[in-house]
Each structure stands twice: as C-alpha cells, then as structure tokens.
C-alpha cells in the first residue's frame, strides 16, 4: 500500500510525502519526504506499476507567481525515490497534474494557464520516467480547459476535461493516443 500527501515542514512550507505498507495497510513506513522546496508543494498524484512507483505533483513559488509540475520516480517499491524533475518547464502557471502509467510508459496531464486562458498539456515517458517528451498541447481551446483526467491501457492513452468558449458555453472534451 502507497500513500502520498501535503505536509508541513518545519521551514513552514508544504512538501510532498510518501509512505508506504508491507502489511497490507497494518503498518507504515516512517514518511519520506520527496520534494524538499523551498516552495509550496501540492496537489500530489501517484501511479504504481510493479515495483515502480510514479509521483506528480505541483510546485509554486507564490513570490513569483510560477508553478510547474514535478515528478520523481521510485524503482525500489518506495523505499527510495529519484530527484524531482521539473517535467512542464513554462513560465504560466501549471496546476492539477494526473498521472497514469502502464509498462515502462508514464503519461502526466495537466492545466496550464497562460494570459487568462488554460490549456491542457500531455507528456509522456517511455522509459519508466526516466526522461519525458515535450509538452503538448492537447486541448488548444481559446477558453478554459480543465481539469483533466487521464488512464491508460498499454500504449493507449485516454484523456478527459471540461472545456469552455469566451461566451462561456462549457463541453466535455476527450483525447485518445494510440501511440
């Protein structure tokens, strides 16, 4: 059993935490925490597929106005976890991320906001999040996106979100990825 969390550091800023279970949920492992910022970490998502477990999650720094999105990976069953890498990389504001892995790929979703529009934006790691591709752009409305939702099936990726004009007429929005 995995769990991922918000907490508090004693530096007064939010960090992201893991913990996880042997017993089936009758003990916890002491919590680790995985983000160490100097920012506010939020908003954690996790993914598990064998031994790996995938974690996203946004970073702000409220000073600047700036958020990204962050992942860190564990091919240990949690006992350790890799550096946080910053898989967005944009000067908007990022928020919301989902995460969705099956094999050796892991798929991030998630709302950016540029200008007072929002997009929704995809990326993918093929080599157990080890690297990832650019960003993508998957929604390019000229309204509001989000936020979005995600699963996956082999190579197929499946992706849903709310969408609106600048009239404010509100859909449903889906994507799918056969590759």
């Known amino acids: 059993v995995y769990v991922v969390w918000t907490g508090s550091t004693t530096a007064g800023n939010s960090d992201i935490f893991t913990s996880r279970s042997t017993d089936g949920g009758l003990t916890f492992s002491e919590p680790e925490n995985i ?6 970490s939020f908003q954690p ?9 995938y974690v996203v999650w946004t970073d702000r720094d409220i000073t600047i106005g700036i958020s990204d999105i962050f ?7 949690g006992l350790t976890f890799s550096e946080p890498e910053n898989i967005s990389e944009d000067t908007g504001a990022e928020f919301g991320p989902q995460i969705s892995s099956d094999g050796n790929n892991v798929y991030v979703v998630w709302t950016n906001v540029i200008t007072g529009n929002s997009d929704i934006f995809f990326a993918t790691s093929t080599d157990g999040g080890l690297t990832f591709s650019e960003p993508e752009n998957i929604s390019q409305t000229p309204g509001f996106s989000g936020p979005p939702q995600i699963s996956s099936e ?26």
């Open 35 to 40: 983000s160490e910022t100097t920012v506010a």
């Open 71 to 77: 992942f860190a990976r564990s091919t240990d069953g």
């Open 154 to 179: 082999g190579n197929n990726v499946y992706v849903v979100w709310t969408g609106s004009t600048p009239a404010g007429i509100s859909d449903i929005f889906f994507a799918t990825s056969t590759d």
């Open 45 to 53: 998502q996790i993914s598990l597929e064998g031994n790996n477990v």
